[in-house]
């Protein structure tokens, strides 16, 4: 069965209000946060009020927790606790391969997802995507655009060399893969703007700050109905062509080929996932 992941919330997880609000939130997956979001000073404290948190159910949301960095003094603490109490471990500023293995010593098996926010992991992108442990990638733009030194713009111009690579690694290695944040949680038609490319450019979702960003990020990674409409179509010219003995169908004056009607029936299989995520 597909698991969406159109919508990624993180959560402070030194905000216990904050965690217990995620219990009820649309979103398809959740990160609990101990890296940048918590002071050096909450550290220790965070980890009981997550401990506490994980003990509640979450519903269908995929529980992830981003512990802090290898290199820093929490990063073992932060594995002992949660190594195995969610879904997946997120892994900051991922650079290779080895930086994994690092993880996976620790905690044999567990479950992986890689930020991918600096220029090293960019170029290591195909590397980290083929580690048999890790599940999926989550860009991390804000890094990444201090690593840059770029400057912000609308189309992410700076960004698309090192997006494009880790879209490539992700999918030539099965692995999900979503989007970095849009900070400016207000601005509701900048965040619908970059969804819109995001999904375009082939993610599977939006990583979010802030509960007012998820029914765009739902709403623009979902297929929409006119999609759904052509898929069905699709697949039932493919069938009318096959039983006429023939390998390609016509349709409204485009073909459709075996690898069409797959990805229509990749659309449908996304949306009734959904829909069942909805009852
Ligand atoms: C940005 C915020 C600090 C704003 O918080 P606040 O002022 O409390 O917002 P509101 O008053 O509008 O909140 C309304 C209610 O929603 C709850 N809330 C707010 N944010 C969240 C959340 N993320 N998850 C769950 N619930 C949330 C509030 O508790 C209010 O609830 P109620 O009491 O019922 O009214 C805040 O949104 C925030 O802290 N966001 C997360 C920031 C974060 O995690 N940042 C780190 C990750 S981003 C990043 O670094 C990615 C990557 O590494 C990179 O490099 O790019
Ligand atoms: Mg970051």
Redesign the pocket.
């Known amino acids: 069965m597909m698991r969406p992941c159109r919508s990624v919330?993180?959560?402070?997880a030194a905000?216990a209000?904050?965690m217990e609000?995620?219990r009820s939130?649309p979103a398809d997956a959740i990160i609990f946060?101990l890296e940048?979001?918590v002071t050096a000073a909450e550290k220790v404290p965070a980890r009981d009020l997550l401990a506490k948190a994980l003990l509640q159910d979450f519903g269908p949301r995929v529980r992830i927790v981003r512990i802090n960095g290898m290199d820093t003094e929490w990063a073992e603490g932060d594995l002992r606790a949660f190594g195995r109490a969610a879904d997946a471990v997120l892994v900051?500023k991922v650079a290779r391969g080895a930086d994994l293995d690092r993880v996976i010593a620790r905690v044999p098996g567990a479950p992986l997802w890689a930020?991918m926010?600096t220029p090293e992991g960019m170029l290591n992108a195909a590397e980290i995507a083929a580690h048999p442990q890790l599940r999926g990638m989550v860009i991390?733009?804000?890094?990444?655009m201090k690593e840059l030194r770029a400057r912000f713009r609308p189309d992410r111009q700076p960004l698309m060399a090192g997006l494009g690579l880790c879209l490539l690694a992700a999918r030539a290695h099965g692995r999900v893969i979503v989007d970095?944040?849009y900070n400016a949680?207000q601005d509701e038609a900048g965040l619908r703007a970059e969804c819109e490319q995001g999904r375009e450019m082939g993610f599977d979702g939006k990583?979010l700050?802030?509960?007012?960003q998820l029914a765009i990020a739902n709403e623009v990674f979902a297929p929409t109905e006119a999609e759904l409409d052509l898929a069905r179509r699709q697949i039932a010219a493919f069938d009318t062509a096959v039983a006429q003995g023939q390998g390609i169908a016509v349709l409204e004056g485009q073909i459709v080929e075996n690898l069409h009607v797959e990805a229509a029936r990749a659309t449908l299989a996304m949306a009734e996932a959904i829909a069942l995520r909805a009852e």
């Open positions: 919330l993180y959560v402070p905000n209000r904050a609000k995620a939130l946060d940048d979001a900051p930020m926010e991390g733009t804000n890094d990444l970095g944040v949680y990583s700050i802030h509960p007012a």
